[in-house]
């Protein structure tokens, strides 16, 4: 996908349709941050503790997600499936702490290695 970006943002500098003043290294620069950017804010993690928070009171611990709040007393299962689903679950498991009772998850054949293959364990 970088790749793709990388050749737009080539193509719309090279037609000279943006603003003349500025180099094409600080166009580009400023490019790659608004894409990284938008990446960064939609990865697991940033998304789930966006939309899940655990708030703790004197009487028991909450759970609020989708404007909704649900009592956790180590009685939360996990299920999920997708490529995404690993990176999730993780983030949900260091949100929810010691709640989570007990998870599966199912991804893709193939996924294990390739995110082995690309330094992720």
């Not at 080539?10 to 938008?38: C, N, V």
């Not at 989708?66 to 490529?83: D, H, I, P, S």
Request: include cysteine; aromatic fraction near 4%.
């Amino acid at each position: 996908m970088a790749g793709l970006f990388r050749v737009t943002v080539r193509r719309l500098i090279s037609s000279r349709t943006l603003i003349p003043t500025r180099s094409m290294a600080a166009l580009q620069d400023d490019a790659h941050r608004i894409f990284w950017s938008a990446v960064s804010a939609v990865l697991p993690p940033r998304m789930l503790r966006r939309a899940l928070t655990v708030r703790e009171t004197p009487d028991s611990s909450l759970l609020e997600c989708g404007g909704r709040a649900y009592t956790l007393q180590k009685n939360l299962y996990l299920v999920g499936c997708g490529k995404a689903v690993l990176g999730m679950a993780a983030a949900v498991e260091q949100i929810i702490g010691s709640h989570l009772v007990e998870g599966v998850i199912s991804i893709p054949r193939g996924m294990e290695k390739s995110l082995r293959e690309a330094g992720k364990r």
